[in-house]
């Protein structure tokens, strides 16, 4: 099972952010921010809600790895929250997939 670390750095680098814009967009330092990344020191929880919404996720699976249920409603946050940061050819695609029978 991977670390809160491991979690962090597996989004970081799904999200194309640098560690030094994660730590901004969060409210951080770099510093603290690697220090997160190497498992050095645990984030509290506001800093876990602020990594959630950065990395598109949820608390949950930054602290424990579970990936969210099949909950609608989170799903929904989830596509909502990422969709500035989507191509046109990205909301096209995810719209016929979420129109496929």
Do not use: C, H, W
């Not at 799904?14 to 984030?43: C, F, H």
């Amino acid at each position: 099972m991977s670390t809160i670390g491991e979690r962090i750095q597996e989004l970081l680098k799904e999200s194309d952010y640098t560690q030094k814009e994660l730590a901004n967009m969060v409210g951080v330092t770099e510093s603290a921010m690697s220090r997160y990344i190497n498992d050095d020191r645990v984030p509290k929880s506001k800093i876990v809600a602020n990594l959630a919404t950065a990395l598109n996720t949820t608390s949950e699976y930054i602290i424990s790895g579970k990936a969210p249920e099949n909950d609608f409603a989170e799903i929904y946050r989830l596509v909502a929250r990422s969709t500035s940061n989507m191509t046109t050819e990205e909301k096209f695609e995810l719209m016929r997939l979420l129109t496929k029978e």
